[in-house]
């Protein structure tokens, strides 16, 4: 299982590697948030913690969408995916790879962009470790969802429009947990900051069981 | 029975494909390749059963290789995921006659090169179950010689081969079964 997980994940990257729409999209479209918040809001208003967090985790959401999106069209195009699920595991590899390679990428792109927000509205984190910890766990809860509803919605010809429909309802306790986390770090509660990291971890484990268990059946 | 978008696609079916090279004839949509997709485990049966020996190999009417990869790349990672780490994927790729583009992302390949591709997947990934869905589209004479040669040779190594087509008629006098599907029924002429 982990090997074609891992295999799985591999494929992905490379395949982002060569043409990487997904990840050039997701980095433009989170850079343009960042720098459209100082200018709406106003310095002031952008650099406070929970409005800088609240807006970057919803960039990253919508980010993480568009490179989950651009891997399953890719995979549909020639009926690729369909050499994979028609093999033993799968499905399931199929499922954890991707959301492992949706993890790397969009990590990526939150280091980018949480780097041009700190630049550009020159905040001031009180707890970088905890930043990097939430960070890092918050990528961890957000991906398994995203792409569990792209494969539920893989043969919906409104694939665009249905799984921000879906998945952004079901992924609401994690942005509030992301962004008040970040909030926390930013401002130095460190107790705030643990409290919803754990929040986020518990997430992030429950919907990658639930999807492990759910998704082999789920598939066609 | 398989039933797509609440239609009945295949009813009734009762088949056993042994050794030896089965040929499913049928008009278009008359189901052929809902068939072969309900041996490879891709579409789920309304009802009744499937059993297969060990994991087909099903190569689709379209090629099943990710495009922003390379020919040697799509079969790496599929011979691996089989557990098939040493095959030998450049040299079925090169006698499939497309060694020279076999490091070529596939979006730069034409039709026939990716379905060469796919088809090379005979080579590295043994399969006591072959399921092909109109493997001579795309094809040049070549490549179609090519073909018919390693369908021989998987049915020499005791493969069974399912194929659907409805091209080169000539095949039904070497196959050993010959399926007709009409009315969503599978028969036997």
Known sequence: MIDRTLLVALREVFAERRHPDGLVAALTFTGMVVLLESLALGPGRARQPDVASGIFWIAILFSATLVSQRSFDRDLEDDAIDAVLALPGGRDAIYAGKVVALGMITGLVAVAAGVMAILLLSLEIALPLHLVLLLALGIVALAPVIVLVHVLALRVRARVAVVPIIAFPMLTPQLVAATQGTAAAISGDATAALGWAGLLAAFALVYTVLGVTIVPAAIE | ?189
């Open chain 2, 1 to 189: 029975m398989v039933v797509l978008d609440d239609r009945a696609v295949l009813r009734n079916v009762s088949c056993e494909i042994g050794p030896g090279l089965t040929v499913v004839r049928g008009d278009n949509g008359a189901g052929k390749t809902t068939l072969l997709r309900a041996f490879a485990g891709l579409v789920p049966l309304a009802r009744g059963s499937r059993q297969v020996e060990g994991t087909p190999l099903y190569i689709g009417h379209r090629p099943m290789l990710l495009r922003g990869l390379s020919p040697r790349e799509n079969l790496a990672f599929l011979a691996a995921f089989r557990g098939e780490r040493a095959a030998d994927v450049v040299g079925a790729l090169r006698s499939w006659g497309i060694g020279e583009v076999m490091d070529r992302p596939g979006e730069r390949l034409s039709a026939g090169q990716r379905r060469r591709a796919a088809l090379a997947r005979l080579d590295t990934e043994p399969a006591r179950l072959v399921l092909l869905d109109e493997p001579f589209a795309d094809l040049d004479v070549d490549a179609l010689v090519r073909l018919r040669a390693a369908i021989n040779n998987a049915i020499a190594r005791g493969q069974s081969v399912l194929m659907a087509t409805h091209l080169h008629h000539e095949l039904d006098q070497d196959a050993t079964r010959l399926l007709v599907i009409r009315d969503g029924e599978v028969r036997t002429p």
